[in-house]
């Protein structure tokens, strides 16, 4: 029923991966130079789409429909409400670059987290996958909590715990914006 | 698009006018036609996360995108008015009360927090973990709307205090 994942160790990316990987830097990079808000909120919306391909690609469907359902779907939605008050810009500019100095702190930036990227893991066959605990709850999951998928068996049995806790800090993001909107009810 | 640039100049020439809302055939048709499909969507991602992909985040927000869809669709206040107040918040303390609730039912019954074993009904694990995703997929559902209609509220800035004496009156006309 559970079968190991056997994903070949792969240390090269393939060119579904580079295009969806130039799709989604490119998403990024619109979303950040464009001076009209509605093309920034829709290339973002694109970039979450993207990101939501990728992360099927590897294999984890479940932060997919995350990503899906939240970053491309509701979040543009609330996006799209905020703008309603916002003003188009005059001037005929489409982009807004970045100045000198600012650029170079971006860059600084970039390189700071890509100098982390080499010490990753390659996919499949990394410490997460064959390490000992994955492969207990691969092994025991279905047994132990009954249920087939073993993301779901980890959030709601073995990290049950934790997953209350997320579920309160969502009730408590909806509590606290009642509280500072000074009202009892949303609707 | 057309909504933005339209809401736009409302809100420049009337402070607070109508809002973004536009009245668009393919928009409305899209939506009736879609939204069904939508909400069959999240309520099978939340009711079979337990064996495939998905669970009670992941449908909780596929869920509450129908209700965003047909405020787009329909205008905010028609499905503002539609939507009793009471619903969000008690689905929202519903949510983590189901949550809290399992746990509790299993320390009682003489285990450990959330040990879903202990519960003496036949696949208990499975229908807990099920119960809780249905708990936090009502938590989700509740939280994504509740947000957006504050925010849809926030918009109408000084016209938003005439608002509980409204809701007032179409929660005594439901009543």
Redo the contacts between chains.
């Keep these: 029923m559970i079968e190991p994942l056997a994903l070949p160790l792969q240390t090269t990316v393939s060119a579904l991966e580079a295009a969806l990987l130039a799709f989604v830097l490119g998403c990024a990079v619109i979303a950040a130079v464009l001076r009209d808000v509605?093309g920034v909120i829709i290339a973002a919306a694109a970039y979450s789409l993207g990101v939501a391909v990728i992360w099927v690609v590897l294999r984890a469907?479940?932060v997919?429909?995350?990503e899906a359902?939240?970053g491309a779907?509701?979040t543009t939605?609330?996006f799209?409400?905020?703008?309603?008050?916002?003003?188009?810009p005059t001037d005929e500019r489409s982009l807004e670059l970045p100045s000198v100095g600012s650029g170079a702190a971006l860059l600084a930036f970039v390189l700071v987290l890509g100098s982390t990227v080499p010490a990753m893991p390659a996919i499949g066959g990394s410490p997460v996958t064959d390490g000992e605990v994955s492969q207990y709850y691969l092994e025991h999951a279905h047994e132990?909590?009954?249920?087939?998928?073993v993301?779901?068996?980890v959030?709601?049995?073995y990290r049950?715990?934790d997953?209350?806790g997320e579920?309160?800090v969502?009730?408590s993001?909806?509590v606290a914006?009642?509280v500072v909107?000074q009202?009892e009810?949303?609707? | 698009?057309s909504?933005?640039?339209t809401?736009?100049a409302d809100?420049?020439s009337s402070a607070g006018g109508r809002?973004?809302y536009v009245e668009s055939t393919i928009i409305m048709t899209t939506v009736r036609v879609v939204a069904p499909f939508v909400l069959t969507l999240g309520l099978f991602?939340m009711f079979h996360?337990?064996?495939?992909?998905?669970?009670g985040?992941?449908g909780g927000?596929?869920a509450?995108?129908v209700v965003?869809m047909l405020a787009?669709a329909f205008g905010i206040g028609p499905v503002?008015d539609w939507?009793?107040?009471?619903i969000?918040?008690g689905l929202?303390v519903a949510?983590?009360l189901t949550?809290?609730g399992v746990?509790a039912l299993t320390l009682l019954l003489g285990g450990n927090?959330?040990e879903?074993g202990v519960i003496p009904i036949y696949?208990a694990?499975?229908y807990s973990?099920e119960l809780?995703?249905l708990?936090?997929g009502a938590?989700?559902v509740?939280?994504?709307?509740?947000?957006?209609?504050?925010?849809?509220?926030?918009?109408e800035g000084p016209g938003a205090e005439p608002k509980?004496a409204e809701?007032a009156t179409v929660t005594e006309d439901e009543a």
């Design positions: 509605l469907p479940d997919a429909l995350t359902a939240v779907g509701v939605l609330l799209l409400l905020t703008i309603a008050k916002t003003v188009n132990q909590t009954e249920v087939d998928n993301v779901t068996a959030l709601a049995a049950g715990f997953t209350l579920a309160v969502v009730f993001a909806g914006v009642l909107l009202r009810v949303f609707v | 698009m909504d933005r640039e809401g736009t809100v420049g809002g973004p991602v996360g337990a064996d495939s992909a998905g669970g985040f992941q927000a596929i509450g995108s965003l787009f503002r939507i009793h107040p009471g969000l918040l929202m949510g983590v949550f809290v746990g927090f959330l879903y696949h694990s499975a973990i809780i995703e708990g936090i938590i989700v509740s939280i994504i709307t509740g947000l957006f209609f504050a925010i849809a509220g926030g918009m509980p809701e």
